[in-house]
């Protein structure tokens, strides 16, 4: 980065406008920015800092008054500087904060917000690249690589600080190198070992205490079950039993007691089973013997039963299957009753389409199979007709539209044929007119007028603003003589009143001897001589007036009113005259009635490009819509005439297409006057009178035919039945409450005799006659509900023991399987504990602790190395300075239990020593802080990716080296020249004044300060 420009207004201490233009101060390399203290030389290094970053370097980062307080009333604060990053040149703008007049404002004021521009250089033109104030600094800052703090470390060695860093405790030297290094991905290593500590730490305690969980739930749950369900035996408990070595061998002991509870349930219940197997047994025995004697009853009381009903059962089944018979016929009788309606339902259809066939076309038929062919083919003939008729009703109506179509295509043609010859008239008409207007050429120059016209503005403005300036210039040429008079006259009245205040004071001064005469007193000693007697004592005249010390203030006071009145005529005046000579420069020496002949020419040029304009635009307008008709009446031509051929094609088919329907329209009358709708309606109604008398005869004949088939099967099928005669036939059918009645007497008759036959056949009857031959009888309900209750205990002592050793099994699994999932899950678990211990003893290292004997962390340990190559940097030009006997040392010792690693020594090599940095004298320390800032410089440039500084300021204290420890340190300097950089040195010290020639000095005035270059070299920046 090198700096070309700078230029500041009423910025800090200056309240005028002052520029620096580095690149004349490229040649010398280094170079003095020197003048009194507090004259603003730190003020030119704070205006680049602003220029770039927008804000004032160190601790005053965030102040407000930067505005310089001796501008004039309503001179803007601005810093333009002109700098070159890498192989782009940019120009950035900066105004700060400031209260301008205003006549609306609060206390005649109003804040002015700050504004920023940002431009670069691009093929010789400036084009900028942003105004807004924060983006400005992140464009410079991410093209230097540098934040602010950086880039005033880098670029503007302060005065002070790295003496303070050099002595500095770690503490305070870890928290400068944390700003000027970025650390954050080291601390955000650390805090993400902190996280992850802390979840794997809630995994290691949860794994704990599940296990430990899990223990205690199988103890509880063991000894809750021998506690509740072990006997021990009273002798056993005397005995002293030595508790579990561990948690194993406990829970195998819970193991074996429950293993035996188990043993022992197992047995109980196997005899308990046997005992109630026994008792079901004999239950079954006395079940079996009630059940068989029961069937015995059962088998008696059947037999009597279907002895006393089976005749009456044989009666009513002979009687059901004459009914059957009798109902398998039914159908038949049916059928011959429906034919018989059927057919006299068709008689009075035929007999009427019969009447209206004679009577309508005396056509006389009969009921037979000839004359129904007749009719069918009569109707099938009319009905042929009518189909071609009715496809014929299109076609008529059809010939119907054509024609109504050609009449309204006719009229068409002769319309379209009158709007295509208007048409072409018109067009004729505008092409004419276009080939007038467009004659002239430079009549229809749009752009030449609007040019004409755009330079007449322009000139017109520049005229305006040069009577503007004049008017200005004339104002402000009274103003300045205003001012100037009274200057002047305050100057002279300045003067009166120093006048009076000096007689006053010679007059004071020669009235001495008077005011000691006034003081005598006899006998009194005099305050000059010591005599007692006083024979001569000064006299005044009768009309002199003694001046006292009250008179003499009070002219002072009158000195210093005048004199502050002075100093703000001055003020006005110097005032004055800038905004003259400001506007004598812009109004170009020329006279009011110049400017305003200048200005009325211009407005001529004007109004006269003005209108000429008007006038070509208008013209231009009449040609485009000339154009826009023509297009317009071309476009209705064509269209005209396609469909005037159109519609002439149209006529000609038309009328094709209803001559062809007429010749076919005539075939189909067949000579008929009548039209198609008439003639269809006509034929409609014979062939409905036709087809009705077929249709009607068809149903007659086959209604006979079917009466006639209908009796033969009934005859025949009563016949086979068994029934000689009709009324045999109606006797045999019985009702439907007689059928029920017979069909349940048959029923129940042979359910009885197939439950006879079955009892007889089954076991438990045949069992009966065993126990009977026996001499065994059934069992009484004593015997019965004894064996009941005997199988009811022998079960519920069954089921209680059988629950224990469930019980018992269930709680020996649970046991097992708890036990070997709390064993699986410790092994599954030991990873876990074994990562989190890892990771706890590295946390602890990366923090500071554990087995760290540094006590560093790991951000510090990054800054620790950075430091290191610091004190490298810094010693290449500590020894250039101290002539090879002075080199900083990077130390890492442990210092206890505090953290170690941002420790600095200095080696003497005279004495081969190190000794702390706060040994050093003034000299060497100043040499030693320049020489780190130097080298720390460079290791942030290194670290940054910043660009190669070619502008270094150093504001060190010169004055505190001897004058061969000088000679070194400007050794050092001048080594910094190398590549073309420019050094500037911030100092007042009249021996380097001697030795660098190029010098800027800073002067301070009451009325502010301003920079003032010599006349042999230019300031280097």
């Not at 105004?131 to 410079?140: C, F, K, S, Y």
């Not at 520049?462 to 001012?483: D, F, G, H, M, P």
């Not at 005598?520 to 001569?536: I, N």
């Not at 396609?642 to 009328?655: G, M, N, P, Y």
Request: contains cysteine; proline residues 2%; glycine residues 6%.
């Amino acid at each position: 980065m090198r700096i070309h420009k700078l230029r500041i207004q009423a910025f800090g201490p200056f309240a005028g406008v002052e520029e620096v233009d580095f690149d004349e101060l490229s040649a010398g390399g280094l170079f003095l920015l020197d003048g009194p203290t507090g004259a603003g030389k730190s003020s030119i290094l704070d205006a680049i800092c602003y220029g770039i970053y927008g804000s004032l370097p160190g601790n005053r980062t965030g102040s407000r008054q930067i505005r310089s307080d001796h501008a004039a009333e309503g001179i803007e604060p601005q810093i333009i500087c002109e700098l070159t990053v890498g192989d782009r040149r940019f120009e950035v703008t900066r105004s700060p904060v400031w209260m301008r007049p205003s006549k609306r404002g609060k206390n005649g004021v109003t804040e002015q917000k700050a504004s920023s521009t940002l431009r670069e250089l691009v093929k010789g033109q400036w084009e900028a690249l942003s105004t807004r104030n924060d983006e400005v600094g992140q464009i410079l800052g991410g093209l230097l690589g540098l934040d602010r703090d950086q880039f005033t470390k880098v670029v503007m060695l302060p005065q002070g600080g790295f003496a303070d860093f050099l002595r500095a405790k770690a503490t305070a030297r870890e928290d400068l190198l944390s700003n000027l290094f970025d650390t954050s991905d080291y601390g955000k290593i650390e805090d993400e070992f902190n996280l992850r500590l802390a979840e794997e730490r809630k995994k290691a305690a949860e794994i704990e205490a599940n296990l430990s969980a899990r223990e205690d739930s199988i103890r509880q749950d063991a000894t809750a079950y021998l506690s509740s369900h072990e006997t021990v035996d009273p002798d056993e408990a005397l005995e002293d039993v030595a508790p579990p070595a561990d948690l194993a061998a406990e829970f195998a002991d819970y193991e074996t007691r429950i293993f035996a509870m188990y043993s022992f349930r197992q047995e109980e219940t196997s005899t308990l089973r046997q005992r109630r197997d026994q008792s079901l047994k004999n239950q079954k025995s006395v079940e079996e013997r009630r059940r068989v004697f029961a069937r015995r009853a059962e088998l008696s009381e059947l037999e009597a039963e279907h002895a006393k009903n089976h005749a009456a059962a044989l009666r009513a089944g002979t009687a059901l299957d004459l009914n059957a018979k009798a109902s398998g016929i039914r159908g038949y009788e049916a059928q011959v009753k429906e034919t018989k309606s059927s057919l006299e339902a068709t008689v009075k259809d035929w007999h009427e389409s019969q009447l209206s066939v004679a009577n309508s076309y005396d056509l006389q038929t009969q009921a037979n199979s000839d004359d129904l062919e007749v009719l069918r083919a009569r109707a099938v003939k009319l009905n042929t007709r009518l189909v071609v008729l009715k496809a014929a009703l299109a076609d008529e109506t059809k010939q119907q539209k054509l024609q109504e179509e050609l009449k309204e295509t006719q009229l068409q043609v002769s319309k379209q044929q009158e709007i295509r010859e208007d048409a072409e008239q018109t067009l004729q008409t505008l092409r004419s007119e276009r080939e007038e207007l467009s004659a002239d050429p430079q009549k229809l120059d749009v752009v030449a007028a609007a040019e004409l016209k755009q330079q007449a503005t322009e000139e017109l403005k520049a005229a305006q603003e040069l009577v503007a300036q004049i008017n200005q210039r004339e104002k402000l040429q009274k103003s300045l003589t205003a001012a100037d008079i009274a200057y002047a006259e305050q100057s002279l009245k300045l003067n009166a009143a120093e006048s009076a205040l000096i007689s006053a004071q010679r007059l004071q001064l020669e009235q001495t001897a008077l005011r000691l005469a006034a003081a005598l007193e006899d006998g009194a000693p005099c305050l000059v001589c010591g005599s007692l007697e006083h024979p001569q004592p000064a006299q005044a005249e009768d009309t002199a007036e003694l001046i006292d010390d009250e008179q003499i203030v009070a002219l002072e006071k009158v000195v210093h009113s005048e004199r502050e009145l002075q100093g703000a005529k001055a003020k006005i005046r110097d005032v004055a005259t800038t905004k003259f000579d400001t506007a004598a420069e812009s109004a170009k020496d020329a006279d009011l009635a110049t400017g305003q002949s200048h200005v009325q020419a211009a407005q001529v040029k004007l109004d006269e490009s003005t209108a000429n304009q008007a006038e070509v635009t208008k013209l231009v307008q009449k040609l485009e819509l000339l154009r826009t008709g023509i297009e317009k009446e071309t476009a209705k031509v064509a269209q005209a005439t396609l469909a005037h051929a159109t519609s002439s094609k149209q006529v000609e088919s038309l009328s094709g297409q209803i001559a062809e329907l007429d010749v076919k329209l005539a075939q189909l009358r067949e000579g008929s006057d009548l039209g198609l709708n008439k003639l269809v309606t006509n034929v409609r109604a014979e062939f409905t009178i036709f087809n009705r008398a077929y249709n009607a005869l068809t149903d007659h004949l086959s209604a006979i035919a079917d009466a006639n088939k209908a009796e033969a099967t009934w005859i025949k099928q009563r016949d086979e039945a068994g029934f000689e005669t009709d009324q045999d036939y109606a006797s045999a059918l019985l009702n439907e409450q007689k059928r029920e009645e017979y069909q349940q007497l048959q029923h129940q008759d042979t359910v009885r005799a197939s439950a006879i036959t079955t009892l007889k056949a089954s076991a438990d009857y045949l069992r009966a006659k065993d126990l009977t031959a026996q001499g065994i009888d059934a069992p009484t309900e004593e015997e019965t509900l004894r064996v009941n209750e005997h199988v009811e205990a022998t079960e519920q002592r069954y089921e209680s023991a059988r629950q224990d050793e469930v019980l018992a099994q269930t709680q020996l699994e649970r046991l097992r399987t708890s036990v070997k999932a709390l064993s699986e899950y410790r092994a599954d678990s030991g990873p876990v504990i074994d990562a989190y211990r890892r990771l706890r003893d590295l946390a602890d290292v990366i923090r500071g602790g554990g087995e760290n004997k540094y006590k560093m962390t790991l951000s510090t340990y990054v800054l620790a190395a950075r430091l290191e190559e610091v004190a490298q940097a810094a010693t290449e030009r500590l020894k250039i300075m101290s002539s090879e006997r002075y080199s900083l040392h990077h130390d890492d010792s442990t210092r206890g239990n505090s953290k170690s690693g941002l420790g600095l020594r200095v080696r003497d090599s005279w004495t081969g020593k190190e000794r702390d940095t706060q040994t050093l004298s003034g000299g060497e320390t100043f040499m030693a802080s320049l020489a780190l800032a130097l080298g720390l410089a460079d290791v942030i440039s290194h670290h940054s990716g910043a660009v190669d500084m070619q502008t270094l300021f150093v504001d060190e204290g010169f004055g505190s080296l001897d004058a061969e420890t000088l000679e070194q340190v400007m050794e050092a300097l001048e080594s910094l020249r190398a590549g073309g950089r420019m050094i500037g040195l911030v100092s007042h010290v009249s021996e380097m004044k001697q030795r660098i020639t190029n010098r800027v000095t800073v002067i301070k005035t009451q009325h502010g300060s301003t920079i003032d270059m010599t006349p042999e070299v230019m300031l280097t920046i």
